[in-house]
C-alpha cells in the first residue's frame, strides 16, 4: 500500500478506544504497513491529533464521557483535522447509527469483532482514495497551466494530458473502466454524422473526455456506495457538474471546454441539471455529450446491476428522444448502435 500510494511515506494511522485488546489488534494488523499510535480515550486523542499528523483516524464508537460521535464533531469542526477520513469501530452497527456517522463526516465503518483483513483492506480503499483526492486537483492545476502556456504549440501534449486526466478520475469509480474515453469516442463520431469539421470534432472529443472531472471534488465513498443514493448524497454528486466547469473554465485558450462538464446532465424536456435548460437552449455540445454519457452508463456495469443488453439500451435512447434528449443527436447514436452488430461499444471488461 505504501508503495502504491505514499512513496517512500508510511501512513499513520491514530486508533481511539477503551479497550486495550482491540488497540492491540490494529496495531498488530498494521504493524508492515503503517505507524499505529494508540490512544485510550477522546480527550487523549484529541489531544494528540492537535500535536501531530495523521492519515486516518479510527475511532471506537461506545466509549466512557466522550463517545465516538463527539470526538468526530470536534475533528470535522477544526480545520486542523477536518480533512482526515475517519474510520468508525462499532460492534452493534445499524441503519440509523451508520446513517448518523455518514452525515456527521465519518468515511466507513468497520464492525467489531474485528476481522483483521477485512479492517486493513477498508482503510487501504479509504487511504487510496483520500489520496487520489488530495492530489488530483493539484495534478488538474498543474497539467491545465502546462496546457495553456503550450496547447498551440503541441496538441498532442493536451490530448496526452487530457487522457490521462480521465484515466485518473476515472480510477475513483470502482465501477468505471474507460467511461470517459468511450464517451469522448461516441460523442466525435456523433458529431461527424451530424456534418462537425474536424476541429469541432476535436473540440467536442475534449469536452466528453473531461466531462466528469468535476468528480475529484466529490466523496468515494458516495461515487462508490452500492445501491441507491438518498437525496442529500443525490445532491451532492450532482455538484459534479458544477466543481468540473469551474475547474476547466480557467483553460482560457479553450473557452467552452467547460460546457460538456458542466451541461451534460441536463434534459431537452428541461427536468435535468445544475441549470434546469431546455431544447436548444442546453449548448449543442452537451446534447450530444448527454446521450453519448447515457449510452454509456446503461451498458456498463454498475454496483446495482450488470452492464444492459445492447438492445435494451438501444430502447431507453428510443424512449427518451424528446424528453431527455434531443431528437437529432438520439438518432444519431440509434444509427450508430444499429451498426454496431457485434456489440462493441461498450465496457469490453464486463
Known sequence: MTDSFYGERTPHLLAIDDDD????????????????????????????????????????????????????????????????????????????????????????????PFIPEVMRQRVRRVLRYEYLQEHLEQEVNRQTSLAETRLAESRELFREMAIALAKTIDAKDNYTHGHSERVADYAKLIAQRAG???????????????????????????????????????????????????????????????????????????????????????????????????????????????????AVARAEIEKGKGTQFDPHFADLMLQLIDEDKDFTMRDETD
Open 21 to 112: 485488546m482491540n488497540l492491540m489488534m490494529i496495531s498488530r494488523a498494521f504493524k508492515n504497513e503503517a505507524e499505529v499510535t494508540t490512544m485510550r480515550s477522546g480527550p487523549e486523542g484529541l489531544a494528540w491529533i492537535a500535536e501531530n499528523n495523521a492519515d486516518l483516524v479510527m475511532l471506537d464508537f461506545r466509549m466512557p464521557g466522550m463517545d465516538g460521535f463527539d470526538v468526530l464533531r470536534v475533528l470535522k469542526h477544526d480545520p486542523h483535522t477536518a480533512d482526515i477520513p475517519v474510520i468508525m469501530l462499532t460492534g452493534d452497527i445499524s441503519v440509523e447509527l451508520e446513517s448518523k456517522g455518514f452525515i456527521e463526516g465519518a468515511t466507513d465503518f468497520v464492525r467489531k
Open 196 to 310: 462537425d469539421d474536424e476541429e469541432a470534432q476535436k473540440r467536442i472529443y475534449y469536452m466528453g473526455l473531461l466531462h466528469d472531472i468535476g468528480k475529484i471534488g466529490v466523496a468515494g465513498n458516495i461515487i462508490n456506495k452500492p445501491g441507491r443514493l438518498d437525496d442529500e448524497e443525490f445532491h451532492t454528486i450532482q455538484s459534479h457538474t458544477i466543481i468540473g466547469s469551474d475547474i476547466l473554465r480557467t483553460i482560457q485558450q479553450f473557452p467552452d471546454l467547460s460546457i460538456g462538464a458542466r451541461s451534460h446532465h441536463e434534459r431537452y424536456d428541461g427536468k435535468g441539471y445544475p441549470d434546469k435548460l431546455a431544447g436548444e437552449a442546453i449548448p449543442r455540445p452537451a446534447r450530444i455529450i448527454a446521450v453519448a454519457d447515457t449510452y454509456d452508463a446503461m451498458t456498463s456495469s454498475r454496483s446495482y446491476r450488470k452492464g444492459l443488453p445492447q
